[in-house]
């Protein structure tokens, strides 16, 4: 018996990090998985890698900031797989690394835009299908930084700390109207994937070695977190075992907020 039989999943920003490591783990669980992302070609992969290991998992070329792209992956996830049961709003880019003096106002939008506007897209075209079903589980991927501020990153701390209310907004309405849907965030500390490797090499304070060992220091644990520890909190808040968790936020940061 998987943890997710019978479910139908969907994982944006599916092609790499996060994503890939979620969409592997629900559709090991059982879950039918649609997985979306701008990048067809790793998302593809990710996929067929599914299908090998004997799973049932999709692919779509999903811009996440384009309402449109959400009304065809909502409807053809309705159509391909039955309806939607778990919904993980994971595709998300990188803050720019710049102050607030000096951040051109495109790349906040921009910033806003993946970060933000996406889990609000995400949250409405969500519920629409989850109340057909029977209900459903949301589950938003902020940040540390949605709980903590970090200089030269406001665009990425507005979006993320945005999420994290979001989410809480999303939680009430859903339980007040009854729609059995739960809706919960996620906080990953520094996770080693695509996105940190390439903040780390664009950096021009120091070397991609020390900017590691020093992004390492600021996890008490000792280390930076994988993307498959991630997907194992966003596997228990897509699952029954957290039946009365809703508008929660799930800190999965290695200790970075305890001190
Ligand atoms: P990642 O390795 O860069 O993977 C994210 C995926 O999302 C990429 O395939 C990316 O495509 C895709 N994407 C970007 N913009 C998109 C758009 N507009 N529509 C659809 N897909 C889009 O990132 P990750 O580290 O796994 O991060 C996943 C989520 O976790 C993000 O929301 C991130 O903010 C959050 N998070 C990450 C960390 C961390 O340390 N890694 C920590 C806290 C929170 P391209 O590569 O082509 O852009």
């Not at 690394?97 to 106002?105: C, S, V």
């Amino acid at each position: 018996m998987g943890r997710l039989d019978g479910k139908v999943a969907l994982v944006t920003g599916a092609a790499k990090g996060i994503g890939a490591a979620t969409a592997e783990l629900l559709a090991r669980e059982g879950a039918k998985v649609m997985c979306t992302d701008v990048d067809e070609t790793e998302g593809q992969k990710v996929v067929d890698a599914i299908q090998d290991a004997g799973h049932t998992a999709s692919f779509m070329t999903h811009d996440v900031t384009s309402e449109e792209a959400w009304e065809k992956v909502a409807g053809e996830t309705q159509r391909s797989f039955g309806g939607l049961h778990v919904l993980v709003n994971n595709a998300g880019i990188a803050p720019e690394g710049i102050p607030i003096e000096d951040l051109p106002f495109e790349s906040w939008k921009r910033t806003l835009a993946v970060d933000l506007d996406s889990v609000f897209l995400g949250c409405k075209y969500a519920i629409r299908l989850m109340k057909e079903c029977g209900g459903g589980s949301i589950i938003n991927i902020s940040s540390i930084m949605g709980l903590v501020g970090t200089p030269r990153s406001s665009d990425y701390n507005a979006a993320k700390g945005g999420v994290r209310l979001l989410t809480k907004v999303a939680a009430l309405e859903c339980a007040e109207a009854g729609y059995n849907i739960r809706v919960n965030s996620v906080h990953p500390g520094y996770i080693d994937t695509p996105l940190v490797r390439g903040v780390v090499e664009r950096s021009e304070e120091a070397s991609a070695n020390e900017l590691m060992g020093m992004l390492t220091m600021l996890h008490p644990i000792g280390r930076l977190g994988t993307a498959k520890e991630i997907g194992q909190a966003i596997l228990f808040l897509a699952s029954d075992e957290s039946s009365f968790v809703t508008g929660a936020e799930l800190v999965v940061d290695g200790g970075y907020t305890a001190r």
